[in-house]
């Protein structure tokens, strides 16, 4: 069983009869059973998957009506509600917890019929760029499994990269659907901001993030964007987007398009292979008769502690309903005045969940407000502000989607600093609301690099384009494993 | 001298379903943690969805005690931890950043006094604790979340009150103003919550959390502006404290002093957007207003010339003063006026006995139209208007049935009197001498017919037989 084919292919193999779905999604497990020991994508997997699949086969043999994805195997990150189904976070603190009701893209895709082959994992409530702070454990880049596979989906890149499932979905607060398929070498895709119905998926900072699908083909992409966005009632968030296709004229290309080369995002601290990446994949578009020039964001290089500023704060508000009280984990209330109960309870959050917590404590707070969180927001403003010039000017923003190559597990992970200016290049994008899309662009010395687009606001579909322009230049190695 | 400021808390009982959910608004009839959903229980990536209707509601209110309303209006966090809270924040609102909450500042009269309103603003009720278990080392705290997410309106006002007297009033005309726009039943259990901030003498301004009434609301500022002066007295200084009212012993007691301090880190709700305010949806709301307490007083004294005391008590009650739009007629309106105030509020006294009963609007149009054309006295409608609370029956039915009739034939009515007349021979000369004694002989008549004599006729007949 082959199962590198893209959504598309399979789709129009399982709809053709061509291939089995059972035979599939048990090719699929077996490919997890053999791999996932050394790559560690998923926290759990999901039992039905095969009675699941032989029900939708039994549909396709009668000729009943079957969903868009005919049984197609896709892993989700475990921040998104799945009834019945546990859902982690990758933390200590809702090792147990039980959704008692589906996501708005999960009871989508349920009605499509996607099979939700495992939850996979992350780093403990979507905070950090490596995996390497889940709760249980890194997941190894399939590339090179000493090497970090970037965050805070990597669950979600590595299980699509390495084939134990056909999509996924992420969440991207800050860059994290796009940095772990930049270093997966998957597409990664973070959605104008109200896309995609973000109920159900548990906040970290709910301002800025979206849910977003990592595929192998930006076709993919389109297609599992055709299945979740839109408008939801149970998110007030959401965008009106008339039921767009966004797999219809996909094939476009980029010709006479202007497209920016954002200066802050190549400076200082840039892998050279980083930066000869990023010249080839310019003078491609060029080739492709795109007209790039460069322009500077000057806000770009206060965004990332605009950045963690911000996503403290909501998530000192958003993690506070882990209090152990309606859900959680066993320890007995007997005994504890609530405060103290509360505060030992929450002994349960890893290291870099707990930093944060104390951050988001302290920036908003009455005597610090002003200093921090509001200087925060004004960043926010301006640098919205400065790119939506620049969007009157270029259709398309580029720039590599990180700086540097993915680096060895534990290299960075006692200097939080630094991890910290890894996210320089996918910030901008979620402080903004923009969207932007990481596409599979090289592999040098057996390490994925990713170039990222980024489009205005409501322009998913041309930057879909843009991407599916890029995407077709590439041809890249097999993965090693 | 002393000044009291409130905040009080009000419940838009009427609403269908909760601020931010579909749960049940009126979540009293439920068992413990039934009227709940991932929403309001706050459950992990569960989302808030705005009540638009909510919005109206509230900005309604606003616009009543002629407060400013915003065009747009945002939500923020109040962060803070109590088991109360599912999410362990309140979504609330403020107007630290620009005026964003669904009223701003206005006023209200009461009396002759003007009370400024600071600010209205839409937040949602927490949960209930119910705390059991005697002493403290074995008390267990039980939370039922069924009230979490209910829609909640805060109307502050400035330090404005003087007295506990202008509290009650302003609370008296706040409720029926809340009433008579359809927006709260303030009567309900726990639908109307109060902080107060008292300060006398310019001292330092103490807050009084926790109090679950109006009624209590004015014995607490009582209490504190008594406990105050008698600290003035002894010259010991007030602090500048939190205290919390106890309302099983009605006083104000000190609150830990940890809880003084809360920084709430407030921060822009981002799960919901700002919502628009438009002119249209003003003028619509304004359009859909009920007819405010005093136009509706004003209207019942000049068209109908009910007097101003009859207007004032029907017009500040939304239920009689519906009832009475429903009943009268353009004749019969001072009668249904009056009955209502006179005899119904009183036999209605309770909110039980107003579920009770089974009187209808056609009911009291009937039974008006009846005194009015004699067929009834008076006197006699009230047997009658008792007979109809108990049992719903038509108004000619219980005439009937209860022979209430007039006795309209001046022959038995003469009959009547000439027995009394000689029955009554020292009165009638009592009243041969002094006139105004024959309210004594009339009396006797009404006693003799069972009320069912026309006062009036009677009077003329008498004076006719004896002779004066």
């Given at each position: 069983?082959?199962?590198?084919?893209?959504?598309?292919?399979?789709?129009?193999?399982?709809?053709?009869?061509?291939?089995?779905?059972?035979?599939?999604?048990?090719?699929?497990?077996?490919?997890?059973?053999?791999?996932?020991?050394?790559?560690?994508?998923?926290?759990?997997?999901?039992?039905?998957?095969?009675?699941?699949?032989?029900?939708?086969?039994?549909?396709?043999?009668?000729?009943?009506?079957?969903?868009?994805?005919?049984?197609?195997?896709?892993?989700?990150?475990?921040?998104?509600?799945?009834?019945?189904?546990?859902?982690?976070?990758?933390?200590?603190?809702?090792?147990?917890?039980?959704?008692?009701?589906?996501?708005?893209?999960?009871?989508?895709?349920?009605?499509?019929?996607?099979?939700?082959?495992?939850?996979?994992?992350?780093?403990?409530?979507?905070?950090?760029?490596?995996?390497?702070?889940?709760?249980?454990?890194?997941?190894?880049?399939?590339?090179?499994?000493?090497?970090?596979?970037?965050?805070?989906?990597?669950?979600?890149?590595?299980?699509?990269?390495?084939?134990?499932?056909?999509?996924?979905?992420?969440?991207?607060?800050?860059?994290?659907?796009?940095?772990?398929?930049?270093?997966?070498?998957?597409?990664?895709?973070?959605?104008?901001?109200?896309?995609?119905?973000?109920?159900?998926?548990?906040?970290?900072?709910?301002?800025?993030?979206?849910?977003?699908?990592?595929?192998?083909?930006?076709?993919?992409?389109?297609?599992?964007?055709?299945?979740?966005?839109?408008?939801?009632?149970?998110?007030?968030?959401?965008?009106?987007?008339?039921?767009?296709?966004?797999?219809?004229?996909?094939?476009?290309?980029?010709?006479?398009?202007?497209?920016?080369?954002?200066?802050?995002?190549?400076?200082?601290?840039?892998?050279?292979?980083?930066?000869?990446?990023?010249?080839?994949?310019?003078?491609?578009?060029?080739?492709?008769?795109?007209?790039?020039?460069?322009?500077?964001?000057?806000?770009?290089?206060?965004?990332?502690?605009?950045?963690?500023?911000?996503?403290?704060?909501?998530?000192?508000?958003?993690?506070?309903?882990?209090?152990?009280?309606?859900?959680?984990?066993?320890?007995?209330?007997?005994?504890?005045?609530?405060?103290?109960?509360?505060?030992?309870?929450?002994?349960?959050?890893?290291?870099?969940?707990?930093?944060?917590?104390?951050?988001?404590?302290?920036?908003?707070?009455?005597?610090?407000?002003?200093?921090?969180?509001?200087?925060?927001?004004?960043?926010?403003?301006?640098?919205?502000?400065?790119?939506?010039?620049?969007?009157?000017?270029?259709?398309?923003?580029?720039?590599?989607?990180?700086?540097?190559?993915?680096?060895?597990?534990?290299?960075?992970?006692?200097?939080?600093?630094?991890?910290?200016?890894?996210?320089?290049?996918?910030?901008?994008?979620?402080?903004?609301?923009?969207?932007?899309?990481?596409?599979?662009?090289?592999?040098?010395?057996?390490?994925?690099?990713?170039?990222?687009?980024?489009?205005?606001?409501?322009?998913?579909?041309?930057?879909?384009?843009?991407?599916?322009?890029?995407?077709?230049?590439?041809?890249?190695?097999?993965?090693?494993? | 001298?002393?000044?009291?400021?409130?905040?009080?808390?009000?419940q838009l009982?009427?609403l269908?379903s909760k601020l931010?959910?579909?749960?049940?608004a009126?979540?009293?009839?439920?068992?413990?943690?039934?009227?709940?959903?991932?929403?309001?229980?706050?459950?992990?990536?569960?989302?808030?969805?705005?009540n638009?209707?909510a919005?109206?509601k509230a900005?309604?209110?606003?616009?009543?005690?002629?407060?400013?309303?915003?065009?747009?209006?945002?939500?923020?966090?109040?962060?803070?931890?109590?088991?109360?809270?599912?999410?362990?924040?309140?979504?609330?609102?403020?107007?630290?950043?620009?005026?964003?909450?669904?009223?701003?500042?206005?006023?209200?009269?009461?009396?002759?006094?003007?009370?400024?309103?600071?600010?209205?603003?839409l937040e949602e009720d927490?949960?209930?604790?119910?705390?059991?278990?005697?002493?403290?080392?074995?008390?267990?705290?039980?939370?039922?979340?069924?009230?979490?997410g209910t829609p909640l309106v805060?109307?502050?006002?400035?330090?404005?009150?003087?007295?506990?007297?202008?509290?009650?009033?302003?609370?008296?005309?706040?409720?029926?103003?809340?009433?008579?726009?359809?927006?709260?039943?303030?009567?309900?259990?726990?639908?109307?919550?109060?902080?107060?901030?008292?300060?006398?003498?310019?001292?330092?301004?103490?807050?009084?959390?926790?109090?679950?009434?109006?009624?209590?609301?004015?014995?607490?500022?009582?209490?504190?502006?008594?406990?105050?002066?008698?600290?003035?007295?002894?010259?010991?200084?007030?602090?500048?404290?939190?205290?919390?009212?106890?309302?099983?012993?009605?006083?104000?007691?000190?609150?830990?002093?940890?809880?003084?301090?809360?920084?709430?880190?407030?921060?822009?709700?981002?799960?919901?957007?700002?919502?628009?305010?438009?002119?249209?949806?003003?003028?619509?709301?304004?359009?859909?207003?009920?007819?405010?307490?005093?136009?509706?007083?004003?209207?019942?004294?000049?068209?109908?010339?009910?007097?101003?005391?009859?207007?004032?008590?029907?017009?500040?009650?939304?239920?009689?003063?519906?009832?009475?739009?429903?009943?009268?007629?353009?004749?019969?309106?001072?009668?249904?006026?009056?009955?209502?105030?006179?005899?119904?509020?009183?036999?209605?006294?309770?909110?039980?006995?107003?579920?009770?009963?089974?009187?209808?609007?056609?009911?009291?149009?009937?039974?008006?139209?009846?005194?009015?054309?004699?067929?009834?006295?008076?006197?006699?409608?009230?047997?009658?208007?008792?007979?109809?609370?108990?049992?719903?029956?038509?108004?000619?039915?219980?005439?009937?049935?209860?022979?209430?009739?007039?006795?309209?034939?001046?022959?038995?009515?003469?009959?009547?009197?000439?027995?009394?007349?000689?029955?009554?021979?020292?009165?009638?000369?009592?009243?041969?001498?002094?006139?105004?004694?024959?309210?004594?002989?009339?009396?006797?008549?009404?006693?003799?017919?069972?009320?069912?004599?026309?006062?009036?006729?009677?009077?003329?007949?008498?004076?006719?037989?004896?002779?004066?």
């Open positions: 069983m082959n199962l590198k084919i893209s959504a598309l292919e399979f789709i129009e193999e399982a709809k053709n009869g061509n291939i089995s779905v059972e035979e599939f999604v048990s090719a699929t497990l077996e490919r997890i059973n053999s791999v996932d020991d050394k790559l560690h994508a998923f926290l759990s997997v999901n039992d039905n998957a095969l009675d699941q699949a032989r029900n939708i086969d039994k549909k396709i043999k009668s000729g009943e009506k079957v969903g868009d994805c005919f049984g197609m195997p896709i892993s989700i990150k475990d921040n998104m509600c799945i009834k019945d189904t546990k859902t982690t976070c990758a933390s200590k603190m809702l090792e147990n917890f039980v959704a008692p009701y589906d996501a708005t893209v999960i009871s989508k895709l349920k009605k499509q019929d996607a099979i939700f082959i495992g939850k996979v994992n992350m780093d403990e409530f979507a905070m950090g760029l490596t995996t390497e702070f889940s709760a249980f454990g890194p997941s190894k880049n399939p590339w090179n499994i000493e090497h970090v596979p970037g965050g805070s989906s990597g669950g979600s890149a590595v299980s699509v990269s390495s084939y134990e499932c056909i999509a996924s979905l992420g969440s991207d607060t800050g860059g994290s659907v796009r940095n772990p398929a930049s270093f997966c070498s998957t597409v990664g895709y973070k959605p104008t901001y109200g896309l995609i119905s973000r109920y159900g998926l548990i906040s970290y900072a709910n301002s800025i993030e979206q849910i977003g699908p990592l595929t192998r083909t930006v076709k993919d992409t389109a297609f599992m964007l055709n299945l979740i966005a839109g408008v939801d009632p149970n998110d007030n968030t959401t965008v009106n987007n008339n039921n767009e296709d966004y797999l219809e004229n996909i094939d476009s290309g980029i010709e006479g398009k202007k497209i920016g080369i954002i200066t802050e995002m190549i400076g200082d601290g840039i892998d050279p292979e980083v930066m000869t990446a990023t010249k080839e994949a310019i003078s491609k578009l060029e080739g492709l008769g795109a007209i790039c020039e460069e322009v500077s964001l000057e806000m770009v290089k206060y965004s990332v502690a605009a950045y963690y500023t911000i996503t403290a704060t909501e998530a000192g508000s958003n993690l506070a309903r882990y209090d152990n009280l309606r859900y959680g984990y066993e320890m007995p209330v007997e005994g504890y005045e609530f405060n103290s109960y509360i505060s030992k309870a929450r002994k349960n959050f890893g290291p870099e969940v707990t930093r944060r917590m104390i951050i988001g404590g302290f920036v908003p707070s009455a005597g610090h407000a002003g200093k921090y969180f509001l200087k925060a927001m004004k960043v926010k403003s301006k640098l919205t502000k400065e790119i939506n010039e620049a969007f009157k000017k270029f259709d398309l923003l580029i720039a590599p989607t990180v700086p540097i190559l993915p680096f060895k597990i534990g290299e960075k992970i006692d200097d939080p600093v630094s991890l910290f200016l890894v996210d320089i290049n996918t910030v901008t994008a979620n402080l903004t609301g923009k969207p932007a899309i990481s596409i599979p662009f090289k592999i040098v010395n057996g390490l994925p690099i990713g170039i990222q687009l980024m489009a205005n606001s409501m322009n998913d579909k041309m930057l879909l384009q843009a991407a599916h322009a890029l995407e077709k230049t590439v041809t890249l190695p097999e993965i090693p494993i | 001298m002393t000044k009291i400021g409130l905040e009080i808390h009000c009982t009427n269908e931010f959910c579909s749960c049940k009126n979540y009293r009839e439920f068992e413990p943690n039934e009227n709940i959903c991932p929403v309001c229980a706050g459950m992990p990536g569960s989302l808030p969805r705005l638009q209707e919005v109206k900005t309604m209110i606003s616009m009543a005690l002629n407060c400013s309303t915003p065009e747009k209006i945002a939500f923020f966090r109040k962060n803070y931890f109590y088991p109360d809270l599912p999410k362990n924040f309140q979504i609330t609102q403020l107007n630290i950043y620009g005026d964003t909450s669904v009223g701003g500042s206005g006023t209200i009269s009461v009396g002759d006094k003007k009370i400024r309103i600071t600010r209205i603003q927490p949960g209930r604790l119910i705390y059991e278990g005697s002493s403290s080392k074995n008390q267990i705290t039980l939370v039922d979340y069924n009230r979490a805060e109307i502050v006002t400035e330090p404005d009150f003087e007295t506990p007297k202008e509290v009650r009033d302003f609370l008296n005309i706040l409720s029926d103003l809340l009433k008579n726009l359809g927006v709260a039943d303030p009567s309900l259990e726990g639908a109307m919550r109060a902080d107060a901030n008292v300060s006398t003498r310019g001292g330092n301004k103490v807050e009084i959390k926790n109090i679950g009434s109006f009624h209590d609301l004015e014995k607490a500022a009582h209490f504190e502006i008594t406990r105050q002066e008698s600290l003035h007295d002894r010259d010991i200084p007030i602090a500048q404290e939190t205290r919390h009212w106890d309302d099983r012993r009605k006083i104000t007691v000190s609150s830990r002093s940890k809880e003084e301090d809360l920084d709430y880190r407030y921060f822009l709700e981002g799960d919901i957007p700002w919502v628009k305010i438009n002119p249209e949806i003003k003028t619509e709301l304004k359009s859909k207003m009920p007819e405010s307490i005093s136009s509706k007083k004003e209207r019942y004294v000049t068209k109908y010339q009910i007097p101003e005391q009859v207007a004032d008590v029907l017009s500040s009650d939304k239920f009689y003063s519906d009832l009475f739009e429903e009943s009268h007629s353009e004749t019969n309106a001072k009668e249904v006026a009056n009955i209502i105030t006179t005899e119904l509020m009183g036999l209605e006294d309770t909110r039980e006995k107003r579920e009770a009963s089974k009187l209808t609007a056609s009911h009291l149009k009937d039974l008006a139209d009846a005194i009015q054309t004699g067929k009834v006295s008076r006197n006699s409608s009230k047997n009658a208007l008792h007979e109809i609370l108990k049992t719903g029956k038509s108004v000619s039915q219980i005439i009937s049935e209860l022979d209430l009739g007039n006795v309209s034939d001046e022959s038995e009515l003469l009959k009547i009197i000439d027995q009394v007349i000689s029955n009554e021979s020292e009165a009638v000369e009592q009243a041969k001498s002094n006139p105004q004694t024959i309210n004594y002989l009339v009396g006797k008549v009404m006693q003799a017919t069972k009320g069912k004599a026309d006062p009036t006729s009677t009077l003329n007949l008498l004076k006719k037989q004896i002779g004066i």
